[in-house]
Nanobody, 128 residues
């Protein structure tokens, strides 16, 4: 089983940047990984996903051009570089992982909550 631990959240002013990290331990293999966020009173929504066996990345419309998802396989760590942050980006950010799915599945469903089997505890991002 995979354990995921997020870090890097904090409070920033609008226009600022943050880099979130998600470190995997245990059985670390996940073929598709993603970042999601959840604001109070709202459902968890997709931010970005990545097919870990290649370089394919996918983004929600609201973060395209501002956020970048990446992965360091040597460190078993997933990253989310966030720039030009806006107050509406305020949320708890979670990373998710799922093993053994093919590239086409990650491309089609990598931005769906239901795709993921493992989740971290989240890291808070507050933009004012």
């Amino acid at each position: 089983e995979v354990q995921l631990v997020e870090s890097g959240g904090g409070s920033v002013q609008a226009g600022g940047s943050l880099r979130l990290s998600c470190r995997a331990t245990g059985n670390t293999f996940s073929s598709c990984m993603g970042w999601f966020r959840q604001a109070p009173g709202k459902e968890r929504e997709a931010v970005a996903s990545i097919y870990t066996a290649g370089t394919s990345t996918y983004y929600a419309d609201g973060v395209k051009g501002r956020f970048t998802i990446s992965r360091d396989s040597t460190q078993n760590t997933l990253y989310l570089q966030m720039s030009d942050l806006k107050p509406e980006d305020t949320a708890m950010y979670y990373c998710g992982g799922t093993p053994y799915i093919r590239a086409w599945y990650c491309e089609r469903d990598g931005l769906l909550v239901s795709t993921y089997d493992f989740w971290g505890q989240g890291t808070q991002v507050t933009v004012s």
